[in-house]
């Protein structure tokens, strides 16, 4: 694919939680639990006018939905500031410090006051309806193999509430997470390969993983703006998976392709979406489709649309195994129904051609026209076939700015409208904060080291491989690395090929690696520093700590791979050459390689390699003589 043709542009928003003592606003506790809610709040939220007097269009499409909040609250996780019923305390200036850090370590230009504003969300995830968020930096810059990258904006801000499920209108969330500080970077989207964004995102991670930021799944999440020439700007929310970034950036752009071939398709036929809402419960009162049936037994409606020209337009595939179909659906969903039936995949799912056939009938259905069908509870079933209407329309113009969620196969689907700046305000209850040159100064005289500049170090102090230092660094176990092997004493190649490759292998293997403690790794290395184990019983020693959750020395002394003495080393090789004395007498010194590879069978993990060899060499010539 020709992306520079397709005018591809992408930027990136990383967002990190910073691992701070408090929150952001308040002195609560920054770490998640699973304890029972101390209580519990709940809550209805509208949107508001922004500064400028208008209403932001995601909030508005958020409202529609008339969805309820419950909030779990905690005695050590949240207090009154997490549901909106204390004002803000003073800014948490840990925060800000690691915020301004990082900012320098990207190039960015920090800004002279940080004011803090109100950014409106009323999808649940804060209990007042918005976020508090600063720009802290902008101007920055960064360099990769596909070229420079600017680094536009860096925003202090609270991470919002866990949502933790949704049933009957009712959403629930917990509030632990909620006010936890996060920076938020934001690139420009000058980027032109798919490659290239997981590219930054991996430079920008480690630039945040050499500062105090959290660890762990959910503490750093991405964010995808992506865009081609006749397409359009579309955020594609929670993206885990760096290695997926390239391949949903292709996803995302075999879309906007496929929507702009339906908008040229709806053109040339003269498409146009009726807004009558057709009542059709009386074809369906005796439906095979259970479905249909279960929706009317509960005074239910049956309601459909007329798409014209829109037949064998809403089954093209516009993501791998998602359709146009599955586009409109997503907007339905959004009011609360279970999903569409439409023209291009009937009769199906109980709904006979006879059905069908009544249906064009009633509502005039012609050749190249279509319909949506919905069954549910009445009002829902209307507002989902109005959102159908809305995106049906769109198609004409071709692809919508949308937020758009990340799912594991790399596709994606419609969250709500990309939001605007009408949904941002200030944050009356907090003052302005001022950064000094004397307090920037500071931060700028005790920079942490950053990857390249680390890896760089450790080659020329430790004397390793390029491939080894790039691991360590990758896998951040630098700074693990380094504490083995001043504390041990040990070769530093043996214990760099260890926790950069032995390790993965032993987690592919299914073991849980994810528990050794820095003391089973320190303790083990020990045992090889004291002559106590060999080297090639490092990795078996640590299979045992996993299995058997024991000391290092309890697993060694447990799987017989305790070094034995020269004495007794030397007893098993006479043995060894006695028993193959035929051997040696055919072939003399010949013997070594076979004798060897019996010795190394028997005495594996318990003698050196060097030993072995050495013993085996004089037991041979002995005999010899």
């Given amino acids: ?10 930027g990136l928003e990383i ?6 003592n408090e929150k952001l606003f308040c002195p609560c506790e920054c770490e998640l639990t699973d304890k029972k809610p101390g209580y519990r709040v709940l809550r209805n939220l509208r949107p508001t006018q922004s500064e400028l007097g208008k209403i932001d269009r995601a909030a508005f499409e958020e409202s529609r939905r008339k969805l309820t909040f419950l909030y779990d609250a905690y005695p050590h996780h949240t207090c009154l500031v997490e549901t909106d019923d204390e004002p803000p305390h003073p800014l948490n200036q840990e925060a800000l410090e690691i915020g301004l850090i990082i900012a320098s370590l990207l190039n960015m230009q920090v800004v002279d006051e940080f004011h803090t504003m109100r ?7 804060n209990t007042g309806g918005f976020q508090r968020t600063g720009l802290l930096a902008n101007q920055g810059h960064m360099e990769t193999p596909y070229g420079t990258v600017t680094i536009e904006n860096l925003c202090l801000e609270e991470d919002a ?4 499920g949704e049933r009957k209108g009712k959403v629930e969330f917990r509030l632990d997470r909620l006010g936890i500080p996060l920076l938020e970077i934001t690139t420009d989207p ?25 660890r762990g799944l959910g503490t750093i999440r991405q964010d995808l703006n992506i865009s081609i020439k006749e397409g359009a700007r579309v955020e594609i929310k ?6 997926s970034m390239a391949q949903m950036v292709k996803n995302e752009v075999k879309r906007q392709l496929k929507l702009i071939e339906i908008r040229d398709k709806l053109l040339e036929r003269g498409a146009d979406v009726e807004d009558e809402i057709y009542d059709l419960g009386e074809i369906f009162q005796d439906t095979e489709s259970q479905i249909i049936s279960k929706a009317l037994k509960k005074g239910g409606k049956v309601l459909a649309i007329k798409l014209g020209g829109f037949r064998g337009l809403i ?8 359709r146009f179909g599955t586009e409109l659906a997503g907007y339905a969903k959004k009011m609360g129904v279970a999903g569409i ?8 799912y109980g709904i006979t051609l006879e059905e069908v056939l009544e249906v064009n009938k009633l509502m005039g259905i012609e050749e190249d026209d279509a319909f949506i069908l919905v069954a549910d509870e009445g009002e829902k079933a209307r507002n989902a076939l109005e959102e159908v209407q809305r995106r049906a329309r769109i198609a004409m113009d071709g692809v919508p700015e949308e937020t758009r969620k990340a799912l594991e196969d790399a596709n994606t689907e419609y969250l709500r409208p990309l939001p605007t700046a009408s949904r941002m305000y200030v944050e009356t209850d907090i003052p302005a904060q001022v950064i000094s040159k004397k307090r920037l100064n500071h931060v700028m005289a005790n920079l942490p080291e950053l990857p390249e500049e680390k890896k760089v170090r450790i080659i020329d102090e430790y004397d390793l491989s390029e491939d080894l230092a790039s691991q360590l660094v990758r896998q951040d176990k630098v700074k693990q690395f380094e504490k083995i092997v001043v504390e041990c004493g040990v070769e530093p190649t043996t214990v760099a090929s260890l926790l950069a490759y032995t390790l993965k292998e032993l987690r592919r293997e299914g073991l849980d690696v994810d528990n050794l403690q820095d003391s089973h790794l320190l303790g083990t290395f020990r045992l090889l520093r004291e002559g106590k184990i060999s080297k090639d019983a490092v990795s078996d020693v640590l299979v045992g700590v996993i299995k058997e959750n024991c000391h290092p020395e309890q697993a060694a002394e447990k799987l017989n791979l305790m070094m034995l003495s020269e004495d007794n080393v030397a007893d098993i090789i006479m043995g060894i050459v006695s028993t193959n004395e035929k051997l040696v007498t055919e072939r003399n010194m010949g013997a070594m390689g076979p004798l060897m590879g019996m010795a190394m069978k028997e005495l594996k993990g318990k003698a050196d390699g060097k030993l072995i060899n050495k013993l085996l060499k004089e037991e041979i010539q002995k005999y010899l003589k």
């Fill in 1 to 10: 694919m020709n992306y520079e043709k397709l005018g591809l542009m992408m």
């Fill in 15 to 20: 967002h990190q939680q910073l691992n701070t």
């Fill in 119 to 125: 950014k409106q969300v009323i999808d649940g995830s």
């Fill in 161 to 164: 509430a866990r949502k933790m």
């Fill in 190 to 214: 000058s980027m032109k390969h798919p490659e290239q964004v997981r590219e930054v995102a991996y430079q920008i991670g480690q630039v945040l993983r050499s500062t105090k930021v959290k």
């Fill in 238 to 243: 929670g993206v885990q998976d760096l290695d």
């Fill in 315 to 322: 089954g093209i595939e516009v993501q791998p195994n998602r």
């Fill in 341 to 348: 039936f439409h023209t291009d995949e009937l009769p199906a």
